[in-house]
């Protein structure tokens, strides 16, 4: 079985692990998307907007502006992230109930998974063998040739 997640997702957890690598100085996303030449600023503006509606960063205007985080990284679950950026439910009206259901009991338990985990623990871990970052990455370079 093969799980993917969207690339707003995927970019929101970079952009997310960007911002509290910055330890409290704003980043910008052009800075983000020089390190991650396959993202281009203007879909980070996107997802920032999304993490902004969310509450997770904050934005500083002027020539030291960029993106601040709101909380620290050790009270953000990635199951936070995965909401803001993920359908509650399929919307496919042809599938039927009993997948539909398995669907669901399926998502409740990665989502709980991913409760435990925090951004925190993405930062302070060698993202090389970490098996989250490591789906992240084959991602990312398999769609985008993005390099971590």
Not at 55 to 78: A, C, E, N, Q, W
């Amino acid at each position: 079985m093969n799980f993917s997640f969207s690339a707003k997702l995927v970019y929101g957890i970079i952009a997310m692990e960007n911002v509290g690598k910055g330890n409290g100085a704003p980043v910008r996303c052009l800075d983000i998307a020089k390190r991650y030449p396959g993202i281009s600023p203007f879909f980070l503006e996107q997802i920032f907007r999304v993490l902004r509606r969310k509450g997770f960063v904050r934005s500083l205007r002027g020539p030291g502006g960029g993106y601040v985080l709101t909380r620290s990284m050790d009270k953000i679950s990635l199951k936070d992230i995965v909401m803001a950026f993920e359908s509650p439910t399929r919307k496919d009206r042809y599938l039927p109930e009993g997948v539909r259901e398995i669907e669901r009991e399926v998502r409740a338990k990665v989502l709980s998974s991913l409760e435990g985990m925090t951004l925190e623990d993405i930062n302070n871990t060698d993202t090389r063998d970490t098996p989250f970052s490591r789906q992240i990455r084959q991602w990312s370079e398999s769609n985008h040739g993005l390099r971590a």
